[in-house]
């Protein structure tokens, strides 16, 4: 039987040891008293000194010096959540984002010139994607990228005040060199100029001085609600001129005449493919969020577990706020779902490894999948990080609120992975999207036989559900981990089938295919959080009987799923409404049954102490009694003013 | 029929319409890069200039100056709401806590001395409740006032470091007397020295020169999550004495020789008396949350009716994004949500002005309910605050992350409201508690043939939800005013009873009470929070037919309701599962309806238009048509990279 932290820790363990005894040294600690300026400083200072360490250049192509352990640097990435955040978005720029674009769309010409400069941090960069007036729609960003070929030269060009490059991290105060997305315009001779979708390019932005290259316009975002650490900026290209080899040209070339060619031949293809590759950043950022969780958790946990407020009336004792059934509810179940997001979040870096690692054979159908499986697991996890970090603050109440306390900076800094790298909404629609695909392909590959049963299947689904009869064929406990899959599987499917069925209409001649998308957009949100809980639990089985308190954990996570959720299983007849309350009476239970253990539970996930270093943990009281004459309240007797 | 805001502004427009006014003029504009010492000092000139405004002491005894408008001067409160935080807190410190205090639990000797002053704000004080060891179980923190009988005076003392008064507004800079609550000791003649439980005092904490007084130390809180133009701080004591008149007598007095005397001999019920006079300072947090939560509406929702993302495909034309069902979802019932609160607020503010007006006639009932209400009303309406603050950052992505663009600030300060003036946790408790003992009261007064029929009915009840027949009997619209009420009362009644049902097994020989108490703790939250439901739906129908509008918000609030709570009612038998599918249509539904009226409802705040110049409200963009090429998607393709 392995211990929690060697469960948890997994593969990547060694990796994960290393940066505890980095992060150590590194001791960056942020002062709150600290103006924007120093903050920023000292974070571009411990970015060098991560540089210095050699760690990041171990996910990059060893051609170049690099290490090839593409999982190991995100699950090294992941760890930095357990420190500063600030740091991790800003090391997630230089390395994940600039880094990981150069890599994946650039070509030799610009790995030979730029990589190992990128890789030990002598080279700093951004990646100038998102504009103020398309974030989720990045499709159609408005910068333009022209060729002229009479001086092979491209163009960059900012054409109207919403194509303005914003929020980019790096651009205000560090970064030297941007890759810039623009709608690429170019003319092969004798044709007319055309565009041919979004591209990247290495645009010079600062000289080695730090002055603004000619043409540049650099703002600073200025203050934010955290992450204040990281020097997000804006870029306004004014007619800037790049030579012809600073396309990255991985996916679309122009040949020095302008003629322009892609082993892609569809533009939306093309630039979703050349997304896809940078796939790495959506599940880092994924990875950070369930670090900072684990943090919350432990400070929350740890300091409930010796807290007191009231006393119990026969002892006249005071109890422990986490003895108390809604301290436990609160933090528990969440807990169980953290550890359900780090496994999932493991099995997803395992599979980018696989597919990334150098040797390894394209597979576009497990790239597709992987990015499927980010997308969902990235708005999960992060709506889960911003929920509890949120219900960790509050359990601590006022010691909560100072900012010595570190809740306040893990609730801030993570407050924006929920609408970065993709806005969650948008990322479950890519879910379901791709959920709806998978459906079709499905049943289109049924022969005639198999579509006139999948039909009566879905008759008899309707059936089953007036009757409720569904619910009494199938029972089970509901801690039964295999009844617990049943459901969750079921609901996906159910959805998603039901999903196909309305979003056939807008197939129909004439229909108003927004309108038809619109109204069903909460079914398909629904959908894909369905798939998402699915996949996760999945994952956390798949490695739960490493350890007792494994399976517990899981059991309670799934419970607390079927719990949020219990009206579609009650609405859809796979419950029924006694076994519903029954999940209820089971997660109190499990709660109990787990609240012993909480504290072995929250140091599994290693957090080196130095990190949790606050006065919150400082405050372990003795029991104490409150007089007699006072403690004989009844049990409710639990309420006054704070 | 009257206009939006002439109904939201109800019995206090003219109040409001000052404040509006008053509000231009302060202009008080946190600057994102300041100090907390500068901002600290912005903040102290704003509460000066208010008090030189006249306005606070409108709400104090005319007998010293005062106004007597009770009502009228929470009601202003709460317009301080729609400005800046930390000058609501600081404003709300002064004259809500430390004048409240003063006022209610001080007599003729402390008016005569110190009201004036503290009107005018030439003495600035402090409120020195909760300790570091006692915020929620105030009744039992550790500072005490022990009578020196020789000397005529009481030293008050910090014996431990728990008893330390922790989290104190005002205390770290500008505060030059605290109201100070401590174990009061004293011993009449022959008498032994004992304790009469919690009393307040007056006591200075700073010389006129801002030097703390000898014997006091003084610290400072440090940064906060938000706030930061408050200064909390800590105050320990050290034998410091104070003279037998600084005891705040009204319940409770120290004759010169030691003799102790109070109207009240029960000393729990004596010290929630006094608690209860201060009442004014829960209420007043929570119009404080509901402003800000109006603010950060009006902003997403004015933001998300100009912000266009992803192209319609039969038109290539870029949506408003408040037209996607799943972004009307996130704001819509929100908004019918806050409206709720505010008319339940109003109603609230009324109950209170008419009790505490001068010359009202003392009604220990209806004290009684408008503490149970206020308690309910604060947790819910704060917890709302939190939740939909987060989701209109969220509704305006990077945008909403800039400091600039206000709602970082709105979401920081509003996050500690959970917590303070009473845990939000703690606070539904003391709900669930006077709704039982009110439910035990109603009860045993049943003659025996009423107990009889009461018991039967309790049968017939499990016997409707076992068959499901409930549902069956009882149909209606689900848009239905008196249905919706219909199905918030009986999930109140059923929740109560069940719950008096688990606590009387409390009253067992040897019943472990709070193992009892324990168990059904989820239970009783939710009894609690389906009271409060139900009395803020009754409070917005008492008004929702003086404008068409909020008849359609009063059912989308109600929807919202039983849609958020739809498995209990199937659960229980009270809505069959097709008809909490009906439920979830007609939030669609009206979301739809309502979502023309949007603008036009957040006007109706009647924020001050210089309050919410931000950048984030500059960006009104035309209609922008994509090119055709790639505007022909299927309509879910509407997910990229932020």
């Known amino acids: 039987m392995k211990d929690l932290q060697t469960a948890l820790d997994g593969r990547w363990a060694a990796v994960r040891d290393d940066v505890r005894a980095q992060l150590g040294q590194l001791r960056l600690s942020p002062d709150p008293d600290a103006s924007i300026e120093q903050y920023r ?61 150069l890599q994946a769309l650039g070509t030799e010409r ?35 990228a022209t060729y002229d070929a009479d001086a092979h030269e491209f163009v960059i060009d900012t054409p109207e005040p919403g194509a303005r490059k914003d929020y980019i991290g790096g651009a205000a105060r560090d970064a030297r060199m941007a890759v810039v997305f623009a709608q690429l315009v170019t003319a092969g001779p004798d044709e007319v100029a055309r565009t041919h979708g979004v591209h990247a390019f ?11 290259q000619p043409g540049v316009t650099i703002t600073d975002c200025g203050v934010k609600a955290g992450l204040n650490g990281v020097d ?26 302008g003629t322009y060619s892609s082993p892609i031949d569809n533009e939306t293809r ?52 986490l003895d108390y059934l809604a301290h436990q509810r609160k933090l528990l179940p969440a807990l169980a779902t953290t550890y359900a997001l780090h496994f999932a979040q493991e099995q997803l870096v395992t599979q980018m490894h696989e597919l990334q690692r150098t040797g390894a054979t394209p597979d576009e159908a497990a790239q597709r999948e992987l990015e499927t499986r980010a997308a969902g697991i990235k708005a999960v996890g992060t709506w889960h990080a911003t929920r509890t970090i949120q219900t960790c603050r509050e359990a601590c109440g006022g010691a909560g609120y100072l900012a010595e306390n570190l809740l306040p900076a893990l609730k801030a800094d993570t407050d924006v992975f ?22 079709g392909r499905r049943v289109g590959r049924l022969d005639l036989l198999g579509k006139v049963r999948f039909g009566a299947g879905l008759v008899a689904w309707t059936v089953l559900e007036r009757t409720g009869a569904r619910a009494v064929l199938q029972r089970g406990d509901v801690r039964d981990r295999a009844y617990q899959r049943w459901l969750l599987a079921e609901r996906e499917e159910h959805l998603i089938a039901g999903a196909a069925q309305r979003m056939r209409r807008a197939l129909a001649p004439g229909a108003d295919q927004f309108a038809v998308f619109n109204a069903a957009q909460d079914h398909l949100l629904v959908a894909a959080r369905a798939h998402v809980d699915r996949i996760v639990f999945d994952a956390f089985a798949a490695v739960a009987d490493q350890h007792p308190l494994l399976g517990e954990l899981l059991a309670l996570h799934g419970l607390s799923v079927l719990e949020a959720d219990r009206a579609w299983f009650v609405e859809h ?38 990190w949790l270093d606050c006065p919150l943990l400082d405050g372990e009281q003795e029991p104490s009694v409150v007089p007699a004459a006072s403690a004989g309240q009844a049990p409710t007797d639990l309420a006054a003013v704070g």
């Open 270 to 321: 093309r630039f979703f493919t050349m997304l896809g590759t940078l796939v790495r950043g959506r599940i880092s950022v994924a990875g950070g969020a369930g670090s900072a969780t684990q943090k919350a958790l432990t400070l929350a946990i740890r300091y409930g577990a010796t807290r007191r407020q009231f006393a119990d009336p026969a002892t006249g004792e005071e109890v422990v706020v």
């Open 418 to 439: 929920t609408t970065f790298e993709g806005d969650n909404t948008v990322l479950l629609q890519l879910v379901a999207k791709t959920l709806l695909s998978d459906y």
């Open 110 to 144: 610009h790995h030979e010139r730029h990589l190992r400069d990128m890789m030990d941090g002598t080279l700093l960069g951004c990646f100038a994607m998102t504009e103020t007036g398309h974030g989720s729609d990045v499709q159609h960003l408005r910068t333009t």
């Open 232 to 257: 997000n900026g804006r870029l306004v290209f004014d007619r800037v001129r790049v030579p012809r080899e600073a396309l990255l040209n991985r996916y679309g070339d122009v040949a020095p005449d």
């Open 41 to 101: 400083a000292e974070v571009a200072e411990a970015v060098a000194a991560l540089a210095a360490s050699g760690r990041p250049r171990q996910g990059f192509d060893p051609a170049y010096g690099g290490g090839g352990d593409v999982g190991g640097v995100v699950a090294a990435f992941q760890m930095l959540g357990h420190g500063d955040l600030s740091l991790l978005v800003k090391a997630g720029v230089q390395w994940g984002l600039f880094g990981g674009a």
């Open 202 to 212: 290495l645009v010079p932005i600062r000289s080695d001085d730090g002055a603004a």
């Open 573 to 610: 007849g796979y419950l029924t409404a006694a076994r519903t309350k029954a999940v209820t009476s089971a997660v109190n239970a499990l709660c109990g049954e787990l609240r012993p253990h909480a504290r072995s539970l929250v140091d599994g996930f290693g957090i080196p102490e130095p």
